[in-house]
């Protein structure tokens, strides 16, 4: 399996382990974002991608990001990501419109090829190929290889809406289960037509209350769900944070990322904290039921999961996360990320693939080691991006900066990307 | 490019649920080139369907007659209605053999954002009919979020009117492996569970 040998790292690891590793070991783009077709193998536990600004770093992370269910990292419209080629001043679209991005890789049951593109721009859906036979569902691809990504996009979490910080969980959770994300669109469409019947209430049409029930009741137990699929999230990640903590006490690197609770905080959680399901199901039911008027006079629903928020507390500094300087909300984002990556390993049968789009940014150095060493400990493979080759140098001469890692897991490859050309680099 | 008239055709074929414009194409040809043996006979059936078919203005089943077949066959049991989203349901009922009773048919479920009310659904009819002559009345809605929604209202419609309600059971299919179950089907087997 281990085509190239990388001198200096990696040596202490047997090259049949790595090859039976977990990972992409092979990427093929074609029509993707700028890159014509590019063909890039792969064999290392943690890959690191260097270029300029607009180079195509992150169309790399992108492409991979495919490999789970929706719409990648960028959440993009399908149509877009094809590639396109300069003609006069404008940018217009290759002819054939279609973009694919196929990856050999390996997971627990062996290798595995998956195909996924467009076959042509205006088709809305995108076609999967899992060892060459069509996936029923997107959902098929979360049984071949997990996904997990940070972007600077992210960066903004603890100052976006609540709206953008509860969607940001609800994507944590569709890791876990599938089904969430058909119940947040039933309790959704249930609440609207709730609103619906209070306008026309409002507006003078006869009030059917039986029908208004019967929306509660489902509002309740779809919102409940929703609320405790959410709940159980948390639990897990502050458990991950959490043990970190104790466990690591005498690790320097561990510890240099900052400890982190997350509570959601809102009504229905607040009753899902005190009471059983049931229980929270009927409060919330009779809640609504209560409020009628006042959300007609509103014209929103005051109470349910789409008003709960996410609330991030830096605990050594015992500071909400919004509060924090700009470094030290990366460093919060990169703990909860690598949390969520932990009890996603737990979950699934492998460890997931994490894509790290400029997670060095607004690092310190010492944090940067902290980050490194817990990659480098990590049983999944990495992708980083990232402007300069420096700040990865500890990386590449992980034996000497890195002492305190007992053993390293495997080759770090790195490649620096230039407009649409992937070029290797040997280690120093 | 053909004639208008098989244009007209096409395109009306094309309006048919799960056919795109190739295989409507591929139809019209089909049954251009078998004239007497599919053409004609399909051309009088659809003819004579379109003169007798009428909604039962009773159950909303669809038939040649109204009352329809089902509302007027006195070896079925008056007393039992049983509520079904679509004539479809009311047919895979039939198909089963498992049900002897008579039905309402609402025609959807309840939808608010899509205007769909109760009047759509003639669920007063159902009511007044409940009152007068049914001794139960079972649900067999969808096990989908807008089928059960609709199933609760008319519990809820029904409470007062003195009829029995029941509901078909969810949960493992016959035949089914409880290892390809999803987690929602196995919840609803656990709750439904019976004494053997």
């Known amino acids: 399996m281990l085509a190239q040998s990388h001198p200096g790292v990696g040596a202490s690891e047997p090259s049949d382990q790595q090859g ?3 990972g992409v070991r092979k990427l093929i783009l074609n029509n993707f974002r700028n890159y014509a077709s590019v063909e890039l193998s792969v064999d290392a536990a943690i890959v690191v991608l260097t270029g300029a ?11 991979l990001s495919f490999l789970s269910p929706g719409r990648g990292l960028r959440n993009s419209h399908l149509g877009e990501v094809t590639h396109r080629v300069k003609q006069c001043e404008n940018l217009v679209q290759n002819s054939s419109d279609g973009w694919s991005v196929r990856v050999h890789l390996t997971n627990t049951n062996g290798p595995v090829e998956i195909g996924t593109g467009l076959a042509s721009a205006d088709r809305a859906k995108r076609t999967i190929l899992i060892n060459d036979l069509p996936a029923r569902s997107q959902n098929d691809l979360a049984n071949e290889v997990g996904i997990v990504w940070m972007t600077p996009d992210m960066d903004r979490l603890f100052h976006d ?23 947040i669109t039933a309790y959704t469409k249930t609440i609207r037509e709730r609103a619906r019947l209070l306008k026309a209430r409002r507006a003078g049409a006869p009030t059917d209350t039986a029908w208004l029930s019967a929306l509660e009741d489902t509002a309740a137990q779809q919102g409940i769900a929703v609320a405790a699929a959410r709940r159980d999230i948390i639990q897990r990640l502050n458990g991950a944070l959490g043990e970190g903590e104790l466990v690591d006490r005498q690790n320097e690197h561990r510890q240099a990322l900052p400890g982190v609770r997350i509570t959601l905080v809102g009504k229905v959680d607040g009753w899902l904290e005190s009471c059983p399901a049931a229980e929270a199901e009927d409060k919330f039911r009779t809640a609504l039921e209560l409020e009628r008027n006042s959300d007609a006079a509103a014209g929103r629903t005051e109470t349910g999961p789409h008003r709960s928020d996410l609330e991030t507390t830096h605990l050594t500094q015992n500071c909400a996360a919004v509060r924090c300087s700009t470094g030290e909300q990366k460093a919060i984002l990169l703990a909860m990320v690598l949390a969520y990556a932990e009890i996603l390993s737990h979950a699934l049968p492998a460890s997931p693939i994490m894509l790290l789009d400029e997670a060095t940014a607004h690092l310190d150095s010492r944090r940067r080691i902290a980050l490194f060493a817990r990659l480098i400990a990590y049983p999944g493979q990495v992708w980083m991006t990232g402007t300069d080759l420096a700040p ?18 495997g080759p770090v490859l790195h490649f620096e990307v230039e407009d649409g050309q992937i070029i290797p680099i040997s280690n120093p | ?44 059936a659809l003819t004579e369907a379109g003169r007798v078919l009428t909604e039962c203005g009773t159950c909303g089943n669809i038939d040649t007659r109204n009352p329809c077949v089902v ?60 009152r007068e002559s049914a001794r139960e009345v079972v649900l067999a809605t969808s096990a989908t979020v807008a089928g059960q929604t609709t199933a609760h209202y008319i519990t809820e419609l029904l409470a007062k009117a003195q009829v029995t309600v029941t509901q078909i059971a969810h949960g493992v299919p016959v035949g089914g492996e409880l290892d390809y179950l999803d987690d929602g089907t196995l919840m609803a087997a656990m709750k439904a569970r019976h004494k053997v």
């Open chain 1, 161 to 183: 809406s609540s709206g953008q910080r509860r969607r940001f969980l609800d994507r944590l959770v569709y890791g876990f289960d599938t089904q969430h994300a058909a119940r």
């Open chain 2, 1 to 44: 490019m053909a004639a208008p008239e098989i244009e007209h055709l096409i395109r009306l074929l094309t309006r048919l649920p799960g056919l795109g414009p190739r295989s409507a194409r591929r139809l019209a040809l089909h049954l251009m080139r078998h004239r007497a043996q599919l053409l004609d006979p399909l051309a009088a």
């Open chain 1, 53 to 63: 600004n607009g180079a195509g770093k992150t169309n790399i992370l992108e492409a």
């Open chain 2, 71 to 130: 509302c007027t066959d006195p070896e079925r049991d008056a007393g039992l209605i049983c509520i079904v989203e679509d004539v479809a349901d009311l047919w895979a009922m039939e198909r089963s053999g498992a049900y002897r009773g008579c039905y309402h048919v609402l025609g959807g479920t309840l939808s608010a954002l899509d205007g769909k009310g109760p009047e759509e659904l003639k669920i007063p009819i159902l009511v007044s009919r409940a």
């Open chain 1, 20 to 22: 039976g590793q977990v």
């Open chain 1, 392 to 409: 990865f140098a500890p990386l590449s001469n992980s034996v000497s900066t890195l002492t305190q890692i007992s053993v390293l897991r």
